[in-house]
T-cell receptor, first 115, second 111 residues
Framework: DTGVSQNPRHKITKRGQNVTFRCDPI?????LYWYRQTLGQGPEFLTY????????KSRLLSDRFSAERPKGSFSTLEIQRTEQGDSAMYLC?????????????FGQGTRLTVV | AQSVTQLDSQVPVFEEAPVELRCNYS??????LFWYVQYPNQGLQLLLK??????LVKGINGFEAEFNKSQTSFHLRKPSVHISDTAEYFC?????????FGSGTRLLVRP
Protein backbone atom coordinates (compact mmCIF):
# COMPACT_ATOMS: atom_id res chain seq x y z
CA ASP A 1 0.00 0.00 0.00
CA THR A 2 1.51 3.30 -1.04
CA GLY A 3 -1.00 5.63 0.60
CA VAL A 4 -0.67 7.72 3.77
CA SER A 5 -0.58 5.43 6.77
CA GLN A 6 -1.64 6.40 10.29
CA ASN A 7 -1.26 4.43 13.49
CA PRO A 8 -3.03 3.60 15.63
CA ARG A 9 -6.47 3.82 14.03
CA HIS A 10 -8.16 4.12 17.40
CA LYS A 11 -6.89 5.19 20.80
CA ILE A 12 -8.78 5.35 24.07
CA THR A 13 -6.96 7.03 26.91
CA LYS A 14 -7.69 8.35 30.36
CA ARG A 15 -7.71 12.07 30.97
CA GLY A 16 -4.26 13.29 31.92
CA GLN A 17 -2.36 10.62 30.03
CA ASN A 18 0.01 11.32 27.14
CA VAL A 19 -0.63 9.90 23.69
CA THR A 20 1.44 9.76 20.50
CA PHE A 21 0.24 9.20 16.95
CA ARG A 22 2.32 8.31 13.94
CA CYS A 23 1.92 9.24 10.28
CA ASP A 24 3.86 7.73 7.38
CA PRO A 25 3.39 9.89 4.30
CA ILE A 26 3.58 8.77 0.70
CA UNK A 27 7.20 8.22 -0.27
CA UNK A 28 8.90 11.32 -1.68
CA UNK A 29 6.12 13.62 -0.48
CA UNK A 30 7.99 16.46 1.17
CA UNK A 31 4.94 18.23 2.62
CA LEU A 32 3.09 16.81 5.60
CA TYR A 33 0.04 18.20 7.38
CA TRP A 34 -1.89 17.42 10.54
CA TYR A 35 -5.58 18.25 10.83
CA ARG A 36 -8.11 17.69 13.61
CA GLN A 37 -11.74 16.84 12.97
CA THR A 38 -14.38 16.93 15.68
CA LEU A 39 -17.80 15.36 15.33
CA GLY A 40 -19.97 17.12 12.78
CA GLN A 41 -17.24 19.50 11.66
CA GLY A 42 -14.79 19.76 8.82
CA PRO A 43 -11.09 19.17 9.40
CA GLU A 44 -9.15 22.05 10.96
CA PHE A 45 -5.50 22.70 10.18
CA LEU A 46 -3.06 22.05 13.02
CA THR A 47 0.44 22.14 11.61
CA TYR A 48 2.56 21.77 8.48
CA UNK A 49 6.01 20.41 7.68
CA UNK A 50 8.13 20.87 4.63
CA UNK A 51 10.74 18.14 4.86
CA UNK A 52 11.83 18.19 8.51
CA UNK A 53 11.01 21.85 9.11
CA UNK A 54 7.79 22.72 10.92
CA UNK A 55 6.74 25.88 9.08
CA UNK A 56 3.39 26.71 10.66
CA LYS A 57 1.42 25.90 13.76
CA SER A 58 -2.23 26.79 14.21
CA ARG A 59 -3.44 28.57 17.32
CA LEU A 60 -5.42 25.37 17.90
CA LEU A 61 -2.13 23.68 18.71
CA SER A 62 -1.76 24.43 22.42
CA ASP A 63 1.49 23.92 24.29
CA ARG A 64 0.30 20.42 25.20
CA PHE A 65 0.64 19.44 21.55
CA SER A 66 3.93 18.80 19.81
CA ALA A 67 4.69 17.46 16.37
CA GLU A 68 7.93 16.28 14.88
CA ARG A 69 9.14 15.01 11.56
CA PRO A 70 12.69 13.75 12.01
CA LYS A 71 14.67 13.38 8.79
CA GLY A 72 11.69 14.53 6.79
CA SER A 73 10.07 11.10 6.71
CA PHE A 74 7.39 9.96 9.17
CA SER A 75 5.80 12.36 11.63
CA THR A 76 4.55 12.04 15.19
CA LEU A 77 1.94 14.09 16.99
CA GLU A 78 2.05 13.97 20.78
CA ILE A 79 -0.60 15.25 23.15
CA GLN A 80 0.42 15.65 26.77
CA ARG A 81 -2.00 15.67 29.70
CA THR A 82 -4.96 14.83 27.50
CA GLU A 83 -8.31 16.49 28.12
CA GLN A 84 -11.78 15.39 27.09
CA GLY A 85 -11.84 18.22 24.58
CA ASP A 86 -8.98 16.55 22.73
CA SER A 87 -11.32 13.76 21.64
CA ALA A 88 -11.38 13.95 17.85
CA MET A 89 -10.18 12.36 14.64
CA TYR A 90 -6.60 13.35 13.86
CA LEU A 91 -5.88 13.30 10.15
CA CYS A 92 -2.53 13.35 8.43
CA UNK A 93 -2.02 14.35 4.81
CA UNK A 94 0.94 14.62 2.48
CA UNK A 95 1.68 16.27 -0.85
CA UNK A 96 4.48 16.98 -3.25
CA UNK A 97 5.87 20.45 -3.74
CA UNK A 98 6.16 20.30 -7.50
CA UNK A 99 3.87 23.25 -7.92
CA UNK A 100 2.08 25.50 -5.51
CA UNK A 101 -1.33 23.94 -5.74
CA UNK A 102 -1.42 20.19 -5.64
CA UNK A 103 -3.50 17.43 -4.21
CA UNK A 104 -3.15 16.49 -0.56
CA UNK A 105 -3.58 12.77 0.10
CA PHE A 106 -5.15 11.93 3.44
CA GLY A 107 -4.65 8.97 5.72
CA GLN A 108 -7.52 7.16 7.38
CA GLY A 109 -7.01 9.05 10.60
CA THR A 110 -6.54 8.22 14.27
CA ARG A 111 -9.66 8.50 16.37
CA LEU A 112 -8.84 9.59 19.91
CA THR A 113 -11.30 9.16 22.76
CA VAL A 114 -10.39 10.68 26.12
CA VAL A 115 -12.39 9.25 29.00
CA ALA B 1 -9.26 35.44 5.77
CA GLN B 2 -10.60 32.79 3.49
CA SER B 3 -13.61 30.75 4.57
CA VAL B 4 -16.01 28.16 3.21
CA THR B 5 -19.72 27.83 3.90
CA GLN B 6 -21.74 24.71 3.29
CA LEU B 7 -25.29 25.74 4.02
CA ASP B 8 -26.85 22.28 4.02
CA SER B 9 -25.81 20.02 6.88
CA GLN B 10 -27.78 17.09 5.44
CA VAL B 11 -29.28 16.39 2.04
CA PRO B 12 -31.65 13.40 1.73
CA VAL B 13 -32.33 12.16 -1.79
CA PHE B 14 -33.79 9.08 -3.43
CA GLU B 15 -31.61 6.73 -5.41
CA GLU B 16 -31.20 7.68 -9.10
CA ALA B 17 -32.33 11.26 -8.41
CA PRO B 18 -30.07 14.24 -9.15
CA VAL B 19 -28.37 16.07 -6.33
CA GLU B 20 -26.63 19.39 -5.72
CA LEU B 21 -24.48 20.14 -2.69
CA ARG B 22 -23.89 23.83 -2.19
CA CYS B 23 -20.62 25.52 -1.35
CA ASN B 24 -19.83 29.22 -1.06
CA TYR B 25 -16.42 30.66 -0.34
CA SER B 26 -15.00 34.01 0.62
CA UNK B 27 -11.67 35.10 -0.73
CA UNK B 28 -10.10 38.27 -1.98
CA UNK B 29 -7.54 36.47 -4.10
CA UNK B 30 -7.50 33.78 -6.75
CA UNK B 31 -8.92 30.60 -5.35
CA UNK B 32 -8.22 26.95 -5.67
CA LEU B 33 -11.23 24.87 -4.69
CA PHE B 34 -11.72 21.23 -3.81
CA TRP B 35 -14.43 18.73 -2.97
CA TYR B 36 -13.56 15.77 -0.75
CA VAL B 37 -15.69 12.78 0.26
CA GLN B 38 -15.42 10.99 3.60
CA TYR B 39 -16.94 7.58 4.29
CA PRO B 40 -17.58 6.54 7.92
CA ASN B 41 -14.39 6.20 9.96
CA GLN B 42 -12.26 6.90 6.91
CA GLY B 43 -9.99 9.68 5.73
CA LEU B 44 -10.80 12.10 2.95
CA GLN B 45 -10.73 11.26 -0.73
CA LEU B 46 -10.48 13.93 -3.40
CA LEU B 47 -13.49 14.07 -5.73
CA LEU B 48 -12.41 17.00 -7.88
CA LYS B 49 -10.53 20.28 -7.89
CA UNK B 50 -10.61 23.65 -9.61
CA UNK B 51 -7.29 25.36 -10.14
CA UNK B 52 -7.87 27.37 -13.32
CA UNK B 53 -9.31 27.07 -16.81
CA UNK B 54 -12.75 25.65 -17.52
CA UNK B 55 -15.26 26.51 -14.83
CA LEU B 56 -16.93 23.10 -15.15
CA VAL B 57 -14.84 20.49 -13.45
CA LYS B 58 -15.45 16.77 -13.73
CA GLY B 59 -14.38 14.39 -11.01
CA ILE B 60 -14.55 10.79 -9.99
CA ASN B 61 -17.70 8.72 -9.46
CA GLY B 62 -19.73 10.86 -11.89
CA PHE B 63 -19.52 14.06 -9.84
CA GLU B 64 -18.95 17.50 -11.32
CA ALA B 65 -18.76 21.03 -9.98
CA GLU B 66 -19.04 24.49 -11.44
CA PHE B 67 -16.90 27.41 -10.35
CA ASN B 68 -18.86 30.66 -10.34
CA LYS B 69 -16.67 33.62 -9.52
CA SER B 70 -19.43 36.23 -9.49
CA GLN B 71 -21.47 34.21 -6.99
CA THR B 72 -18.39 32.90 -5.16
CA SER B 73 -19.80 29.40 -5.38
CA PHE B 74 -18.52 25.94 -6.19
CA HIS B 75 -21.55 23.65 -6.09
CA LEU B 76 -21.19 19.90 -6.49
CA ARG B 77 -23.62 17.96 -8.68
CA LYS B 78 -24.41 14.45 -9.76
CA PRO B 79 -27.20 13.63 -12.22
CA SER B 80 -28.09 10.26 -10.68
CA VAL B 81 -26.99 9.13 -7.24
CA HIS B 82 -26.42 5.62 -5.91
CA ILE B 83 -26.81 4.20 -2.44
CA SER B 84 -23.02 3.99 -2.29
CA ASP B 85 -22.78 7.80 -2.55
CA THR B 86 -24.04 8.08 1.02
CA ALA B 87 -21.19 9.88 2.78
CA GLU B 88 -20.00 13.23 4.13
CA TYR B 89 -18.88 15.76 1.54
CA PHE B 90 -16.51 18.61 2.28
CA CYS B 91 -15.78 21.69 0.22
CA UNK B 92 -12.39 23.31 0.76
CA UNK B 93 -10.40 26.32 -0.38
CA UNK B 94 -6.63 26.35 -0.49
CA UNK B 95 -5.06 29.08 1.61
CA UNK B 96 -1.35 29.20 0.85
CA UNK B 97 -0.40 25.53 1.31
CA UNK B 98 -3.18 24.43 3.68
CA UNK B 99 -6.85 23.65 3.18
CA UNK B 100 -9.74 25.50 4.80
CA PHE B 101 -12.75 23.21 5.00
CA GLY B 102 -16.46 23.81 5.28
CA SER B 103 -18.46 22.05 7.97
CA GLY B 104 -19.59 19.34 5.58
CA THR B 105 -22.82 18.09 4.03
CA ARG B 106 -24.11 14.61 4.74
CA LEU B 107 -25.60 13.07 1.61
CA LEU B 108 -28.14 10.42 2.53
CA VAL B 109 -29.30 8.34 -0.43
CA ARG B 110 -32.49 6.37 0.16
CA PRO B 111 -33.72 3.41 -1.91
Amino acid sequence: DTGVSQNPRHKITKRGQNVTFRCDPISEHNRLYWYRQTLGQGPEFLTYFQNEAQLEKSRLLSDRFSAERPKGSFSTLEIQRTEQGDSAMYLCASSVRDRENTEAFFGQGTRLTVV
Amino acid sequence: AQSVTQLDSQVPVFEEAPVELRCNYSSSVSVYLFWYVQYPNQGLQLLLKYLSGSTLVKGINGFEAEFNKSQTSFHLRKPSVHISDTAEYFCAVQSSYKLIFGSGTRLLVRP
